[in-house]
């Protein structure tokens, strides 16, 4: 997949460390030639995530909190002063606190569903709002991540379900709208992973363990074969794919029941 984003520039929001999805996304993005910037949320992401970006010749960084209208405004101005426009933006940002996600999905607290929905979803129709006039020239890829707690019941993930059902219906409604000007919207939905935000949810080494050995490929997604996903939908190869939601779990989401041998 060389070349295939060349002349191709974009931003990666959500990197948190080198295990990141959104950093696999960026590595692939990078090795086929794309020109990228980041956004952290305060000085500590910033830390983390500098040495990154310069691994992949990047000094474009946004201190962004999607929480905060002038801070997304703030941000945005800044890209546009010096890339008038981009070609995609990757939207790899959700949140939930850490004690609602293990037990019942009953005792969710009205505090954290607002949070964790404003974070994981509503945050995807903020930046898509700001990232639209920097593609409506052009045209462009908005892309963004889910999970198969969406649609099924996953011990633990809970509110984050509820918050990935919303995400996901936000694609559908924002490549409806965002169509007519060229600009694909999509999902990628990776099974389990090791990742800070994968670790947060309760048993989620044990989630893992149970789709690395009952997805039909008996193997969990990689940061590369997600990151090849992204370059596919982002390229000029994905220009007729929008308002999908795109599975990377070794086809774990087809089972309707564990492989025999583990029943």
Same mark, same amino acid.
């Given at each position: 997949?060389? $070349?295939?984003?060349?002349?191709?520039?974009?931003?990666?929001?959500?990197?948190?460390?080198?295990?990141?999805? *959104?950093?696999?996304?960026?590595?692939?993005?990078?090795?086929?030639?794309?020109?990228?910037?980041?956004?952290?949320?305060?000085?500590?992401?910033?830390?983390?995530?500098?040495?990154?970006?310069?691994?992949?010749?990047?000094?474009?960084?946004?201190?962004?909190?999607?929480?905060?209208?002038?801070?997304?405004?703030?941000?945005?101005?800044?890209?546009?002063?010096?890339?008038?426009?981009?070609?995609?933006?990757?939207?790899?940002?959700?949140?939930?606190?850490?004690?609602?996600? #293990? @037990?019942?999905?009953?005792?969710?607290?009205?505090?954290?569903?607002?949070?964790?929905?404003?974070?994981?979803?509503?945050?995807?129709?903020?930046?898509?709002?700001?990232?639209?006039?920097?593609?409506?020239?052009?045209?462009?890829?908005?892309?963004?991540?889910?999970?198969?707690?969406?649609?099924?019941?996953?011990?633990?993930?809970?509110?984050? @379900?509820?918050?990935?059902? *919303?995400?996901?219906?936000?694609?559908?409604?924002?490549?409806?709208?965002?169509?007519?000007?060229?600009?694909?919207? $999509?999902?990628?939905?990776?099974?389990?992973?090791?990742?800070?935000?994968? #670790?947060?949810?309760? @048993?989620?080494?044990?989630?893992?363990?149970?789709?690395?050995?009952?997805?039909?490929?008996?193997?969990?997604?990689?940061?590369?074969?997600?990151?090849?996903?992204?370059?596919?939908?982002?390229?000029?190869?994905? #220009?007729?794919?929008?308002?999908?939601?795109?599975?990377?779990?070794?086809?774990?989401?087809?089972?309707?029941?564990?492989?025999?041998?583990?029943?």
């Amino acid at each position: 997949m060389s $070349n295939t984003m060349q002349g191709k520039r974009g931003l990666i929001m959500g990197v948190a460390n080198d295990r990141s999805i *959104a950093w696999g996304i960026a590595k692939a993005m990078h090795e086929a030639g794309a020109e990228l910037a980041f956004s952290y949320q305060g000085d500590n992401f910033g830390k983390r995530v500098q040495p990154l970006a310069e691994q992949l010749g990047s000094n474009l960084l946004l201190d962004v909190d999607v929480t905060d209208d002038a801070s997304l405004d703030a941000a945005f101005a800044e890209l546009a002063e010096t890339w008038p426009t981009i070609d995609f933006v990757v939207h790899a940002i959700a949140y939930s606190d850490k004690s609602e996600l #293990a @037990g019942r999905f009953i005792n969710t607290s009205r505090d954290n569903f607002k949070h964790s929905l404003e974070i994981s979803a509503y945050s995807f129709i903020d930046v898509a709002r700001r990232a639209y006039p920097l593609m409506k020239q052009n045209g462009g890829t908005m892309l963004t991540l889910t999970y198969q707690g969406s649609n099924k019941v996953v011990p633990n993930y809970n509110v984050m @379900g509820v918050a990935k059902a *919303a995400l996901e219906a936000a694609t559908r409604y924002l490549a409806n709208d965002l169509g007519p000007d060229g600009i694909r919207v $999509n999902a990628i939905s990776p099974g389990p992973m090791k990742t800070l935000a994968g #670790a947060a949810i309760g @048993g989620a080494r044990r989630t893992y363990k149970h789709t690395d050995q009952n997805a039909p490929l008996r193997a969990n997604a990689t940061l590369e074969a997600i990151g090849g996903t992204a370059v596919y939908l982002a390229s000029d190869a994905g #220009a007729c794919t929008s308002g999908e939601i795109i599975h990377v779990d070794g086809g774990y989401h087809v089972l309707g029941m564990p492989q025999a041998e583990n029943l």
